[in-house]
């Protein structure tokens, strides 16, 4: 299959071409020419399969063409080696846990099928060639994303990965999932907000000297490899759903997704357009809410970012929000239509998480919270919601903790990255610096 850019200005690309480059020689994302639908007779019986059975059979319509069944299949069964159980929360409102993968977060799935489909073309490169280039991965995190890239691709042969974090506003917890390792790892400290973080990356691979001397990509959700695999979720949460209920819940279904750079979303309305028999979406915000003014106003207005207790959709110019005008023709009504919007401040979401835990105690991490709020306030008579819970409460122990006046237990791996040593390197704000460091740390 073929991938063309956003922007429209740059050559179209192959599958292989779009992961390894990450993003457009126009500064565009790449966009599957062609949505394949999933075939209706697999959705009418995805109740009777499990959640690797749907992710492969999802993927076969986004890699089907480039990757061979065999290997496609070998990539999924090694990417999704956990399971994601729906629980019910109460009437009508259903959790989906995307935390069971090894860093305790949803961005787990993509990082790793990311890894595993880079090395098989990398794989792919050195059989034909006899030898290929070290690919070097770029990521700015606003906190999962880091933790969820590193740990996928840590010890992968041919790949060195450089993740970019704002100093000071991830968790402890978090910056040690991607600061401690050090193999393949290096975490770059940046004296900024994830927005500069982003916007280094981004500037990276539109620098000739860099993209003559080495070979770089991205793993944040701009990559078609990274974000793509999220629609597994929506499949499978959907079958999990319907196995549930008693009753027909086609065109009933409500997803919302806690939003930040919006790659989760764009995989879900790419969902609907596979055939997923969903009614709407919701995007649910915390006070960095371009998307949530843009959907009141038509008017899109990036800006700088605001940190919040839910740090990993501070994000005040979410680079898939080019996907989302792709998908839908630059259309703000077509837009409106399919998806809600929401925005909470700090408060708020305080205020859902003991809520929430006060009513059926079930603990929210402060990105769930948003969702599960937002799903709250909007969910219509008749209607089935189902709000994704992105990331462990233990991720945000010192948070949650102080809002519940409670001591989370915390989850052995997460214990064991405590016990590294951060091995971050600082750097200014400032691209030039960052260019000097790429070609002193980079392999080549």
């Known amino acids: 299959m073929n991938y063309y850019s956003t922007e429209h200005k740059a050559p179209v690309a192959s599958l292989e071409k779009a992961i390894v480059k990450g993003l457009a020689e126009d500064k565009g994302l790449y966009m599957p020419e062609t949505i394949v639908p999933l075939q209706t007779s697999f ?57 069971h993968g090894p860093t305790l977060a949803f961005k787990d799935v993509g990082a790793r099928f990311m890894a595993r489909t880079l090395q098989h073309f990398i794989r792919k490169e050195r059989a034909e060639q006899g030898k290929t280039r070290q690919t070097n991965v770029l990521v700015a995190t606003s906190g999962d994303t880091g933790s969820a890239v590193a740990n996928g691709f840590l010890g992968v042969d041919g790949i060195h990965v450089f993740v970019l974090y704002p100093k000071g506003k991830v968790s402890k917890i978090q910056e040690s999932q991607f600061t401690t390792l050090g193999k393949n790892i290096t975490a770059i400290e940046v004296d900024g907000t994830f927005d500069d973080c982003q916007a280094l990356v981004k500037r ?43 009753e027909d819940i086609d065109n009933k279904v409500v997803f919302c997704t806690p939003s930040g750079n919006f790659g989760n979303i764009t995989a879900g309305l790419f969902t609907k357009r596979m055939g997923l028999p969903v009614k709407r979406f919701i995007a649910a915000n915390n006070a960095n809410d371009v998307f949530y003014k843009y959907l009141k106003t038509g008017v899109y207005r990036p800006q700088p970012s605001i940190p919040t207790i839910a740090n990993a959709m501070d994000v005040g110019a979410p680079s898939n929000f080019a996907r989302i005008l792709e998908l839908y023709k630059h259309s703000w009504e077509a837009v409106k239509k399919d998806v809600h919007g929401a925005t909470y401040t700090d408060d708020m979401i305080k205020e859902a998480i003991r809520s929430c835990y006060n009513s059926c105690g079930y603990v929210l991490d402060p990105h769930g919270a948003c969702g599960y709020l937002a799903l709250k306030e909007d969910l219509k008579e008749g209607e089935l919601g189902i709000f994704l819970e992105t990331a462990h409460p233990a991720k945000f122990k010192e948070t949650v903790d102080d809002i519940l006046r409670t001591d989370i237990q915390m989850p052995d791996r997460l214990q064991d990255f405590m016990k590294g040593s951060k091995l971050s390197l600082p750097l200014a704000n400032n691209f030039e610096d960052f260019k000097a460091l790429l070609f002193a740390k980079a392999t080549v």
């Open 204 to 246: 990276a691979f539109m620098d000739d000297d860099l993209n003559q001397e080495i070979q770089i990509t991205s793993a944040n959700s701009i990559n078609v490899a990274r974000f793509l695999p999220q629609a597994f979720y929506y499949f499978y949460a959907y079958a999990q759903l319907k196995r549930l209920s008693k």
């Open 43 to 99: 959705i009418e019986t995805m109740e009777n399969h499990s959640f690797q059975e749907i992710a492969f059979e999802v993927a076969r319509c986004f890699f089907g063409q480039d990757i061979a069944p065999t290997e496609l299949k070998k990539i999924v069964e090694e990417t999704l080696n956990f399971d994601c159980p729906v629980v019910n929360v109460e009437d009508d409102i259903y959790t989906l846990e995307l935390f």
